[in-house]
């Protein structure tokens, strides 16, 4: 890569992995270097914390190999020059004129006249899009209702958790640990190493949140409000990495033991079990009105429990479809808003797998509705305060997301927000979590992405 020794030096050529190198927030970050803003500045203009920005200053510097903003400033000064337009239209005229030789004069011509044609094509394109004017956000094709992504140092798993709390916002890493991502300053921590990465790990209990240990043998818990771990204690269970699933409330945390076929009730204050229900093949499990719900995956059910007698009062058959005997309907997640239970099941493998979304009535545990949504579902639904769900979304083909919201007073989907926070077509944005915080809604993406969507248009 090209090494600028001082601000004033000009590059002597240009190697054109250089736009492709820096993101599109990057390549926003830097115009706004090299227009002088400090990075205080560049974070209002943008709309990011100031650790953020100071996160990609780095990452800019270290694609560029500058020492400076000077340096990086004065690169993106000559890259969008008139001369290094001019310098990478003429690379691509030699390299379109000497890929593919003419066999004959007249076909040597053509290629010229292509090539003319081709070059006045990339001089136009070249001069519109790498203008230092005009910033990438005033040209995505987003609409003003889906806000600027904001990238994160660590993106979320492909089936993610994610938490917001009054301070925080909670969620899973691949492999990596829960993080906690502090919404006043913005600045991202790890509070715990190296959880299941396939499981959902996280479920709040006042102020506490609790994740699985690193083995999957016990719960940790962490203050809301500093990240700090607070209490710790193990599980009665058979041996380490068995599924299991949380809900907790100030005193009492509940534990669906798949291998085992059984919930548990444990004591917060001694961490001893003083409860147990038996259930088949349990899966996921949550709190809500005055309930247990936890999926009953070998018979296509949810089975509503009493937390203070830990006895199963109902089992609520789940009309679901079947697209092959292996898994039968893949029951996936359970959700709750105020007054429903919502469970997300997939049939199939792939771009061909058929998601199917549940909702069952909190007060007569009947079926109210079924949706249905070919491709790729996101592994966490959030409620706002009408009581309406809204889901992540990739359709079969598309590389872009869709946010998808449901509503409760009709039980239709009243819409689809397209989700391509200023991607290009070959760009995927795979949404993995989904958080409602009063009139917006919070969507992260596995590719280290967040961003917020106005509830309403």
């Given at each position: 890569m090209i090494r600028q020794q001082s601000p004033t030096n000009r590059p002597t050529h240009?190697?054109?992995?250089y736009k492709h190198d820096l993101s599109p927030r990057e390549r926003e970050v830097l115009t706004l270097i090299a227009k002088g803003r400090t990075n205080g500045?560049?974070?209002n203009s943008l709309g990011l914390a100031f650790e953020t920005v100071k996160w990609h200053v780095s990452g800019i510097l270290g694609k560029l190999q500058v020492d400076s903003r000077e340096e990086a400033a004065a690169y993106w000064r000559h890259y969008n020059s008139a001369g290094g337009r001019l310098t990478r239209g003429l690379h691509a005229l030699i390299g379109l004129l000497t890929g593919k030789p003419a066999a004959i004069a007249g076909g040597a011509l053509a290629a010229t006249a292509a090539g003319a044609i081709a070059l006045a094509a990339i001089w136009m394109g070249l001069s519109r899009e790498d203008s230092d004017l005009p910033l990438i956000a005033e040209e995505s094709p987003v609409p003003a209702r889906v806000g600027n992504p904001v990238a994160l140092a660590a993106a979320p798993s492909e089936a993610s958790d994610v938490l917001l709390s009054p301070s925080s916002i909670w969620y899973q890493r691949q492999g990596e640990g829960v993080w906690r991502l502090d919404r006043a300053t913005g600045s991202?921590?790890?509070?715990?190493a190296a959880p299941a990465a396939w499981q959902f790990p996280i479920t709040s209990g006042g102020a506490v949140v609790w994740a699985m240990n690193a083995n999957r043998t016990g719960a940790v818990g962490f203050d809301e409000a500093t990240g700090a771990e607070v209490?710790?204690?193990?599980?009665?269970?058979p041996g380490p990495f068995v599924e299991t699933w949380m809900a907790a409330t100030e005193t009492k945390l509940y534990v669906a033991i798949r291998h085992t076929n059984h919930?548990?009730?444990?004591?917060?204050?001694?961490?001893?079990?003083d409860g147990t229900v038996e259930v088949e093949l349990p899966?996921?499990?949550i709190l809500a009105g005055g309930s247990l719900w936890t999926l009953v995956s070998r018979e296509d059910a949810i089975d509503r429990i009493d937390p203070e007698t830990m006895q199963v009062v109902a089992r609520i058959p789940l009309p679901l479809k079947k697209l092959h005997n292996f898994c039968g309907s893949c029951l996936q997640q359970v959700f709750a808003s105020e007054d429903s239970i919502w469970a997300l099941s997939a049939a199939g493998e792939g771009t061909g797998t058929l998601y199917q979304v549940t909702r069952i009535d909190v007060a007569t545990n009947e079926v109210l509705a079924v949706h249905e949504f070919e491709g790729r579902a996101g592994y966490t639904m959030a409620f706002d305060v009408l009581g309406d769900a809204w889901l992540g979304h990739r359709a079969p083909g598309s590389p872009h997301g869709d946010l998808v919201h449901i509503s409760a007073a009709t039980n239709e989907i009243v819409e689809r927000i397209p989700l391509p926070m200023g991607k290009t077509m070959l760009e995927t944005v795979t949404p993995v979590g989904?958080?409602?915080?009063?009139?917006?809604?919070?969507?992260?993406?596995a590719e280290g992405e967040m961003v917020s969507v106005r509830r309403t248009p």
């Amino acid at each position: 890569m090209i090494r600028q020794q001082s601000p004033t030096n000009r590059p002597t050529h240009y190697k054109s992995r250089y736009k492709h190198d820096l993101s599109p927030r990057e390549r926003e970050v830097l115009t706004l270097i090299a227009k002088g803003r400090t990075n205080g500045e560049i974070a209002n203009s943008l709309g990011l914390a100031f650790e953020t920005v100071k996160w990609h200053v780095s990452g800019i510097l270290g694609k560029l190999q500058v020492d400076s903003r000077e340096e990086a400033a004065a690169y993106w000064r000559h890259y969008n020059s008139a001369g290094g337009r001019l310098t990478r239209g003429l690379h691509a005229l030699i390299g379109l004129l000497t890929g593919k030789p003419a066999a004959i004069a007249g076909g040597a011509l053509a290629a010229t006249a292509a090539g003319a044609i081709a070059l006045a094509a990339i001089w136009m394109g070249l001069s519109r899009e790498d203008s230092d004017l005009p910033l990438i956000a005033e040209e995505s094709p987003v609409p003003a209702r889906v806000g600027n992504p904001v990238a994160l140092a660590a993106a979320p798993s492909e089936a993610s958790d994610v938490l917001l709390s009054p301070s925080s916002i909670w969620y899973q890493r691949q492999g990596e640990g829960v993080w906690r991502l502090d919404r006043a300053t913005g600045s991202l921590t790890r509070v715990m190493a190296a959880p299941a990465a396939w499981q959902f790990p996280i479920t709040s209990g006042g102020a506490v949140v609790w994740a699985m240990n690193a083995n999957r043998t016990g719960a940790v818990g962490f203050d809301e409000a500093t990240g700090a771990e607070v209490r710790a204690f193990r599980f009665t269970l058979p041996g380490p990495f068995v599924e299991t699933w949380m809900a907790a409330t100030e005193t009492k945390l509940y534990v669906a033991i798949r291998h085992t076929n059984h919930v548990e009730r444990y004591d917060i204050a001694t961490g001893k079990a003083d409860g147990t229900v038996e259930v088949e093949l349990p899966k996921d499990l949550i709190l809500a009105g005055g309930s247990l719900w936890t999926l009953v995956s070998r018979e296509d059910a949810i089975d509503r429990i009493d937390p203070e007698t830990m006895q199963v009062v109902a089992r609520i058959p789940l009309p679901l479809k079947k697209l092959h005997n292996f898994c039968g309907s893949c029951l996936q997640q359970v959700f709750a808003s105020e007054d429903s239970i919502w469970a997300l099941s997939a049939a199939g493998e792939g771009t061909g797998t058929l998601y199917q979304v549940t909702r069952i009535d909190v007060a007569t545990n009947e079926v109210l509705a079924v949706h249905e949504f070919e491709g790729r579902a996101g592994y966490t639904m959030a409620f706002d305060v009408l009581g309406d769900a809204w889901l992540g979304h990739r359709a079969p083909g598309s590389p872009h997301g869709d946010l998808v919201h449901i509503s409760a007073a009709t039980n239709e989907i009243v819409e689809r927000i397209p989700l391509p926070m200023g991607k290009t077509m070959l760009e995927t944005v795979t949404p993995v979590g989904v958080a409602v915080d009063g009139d917006d809604v919070w969507v992260f993406t596995a590719e280290g992405e967040m961003v917020s969507v106005r509830r309403t248009p």
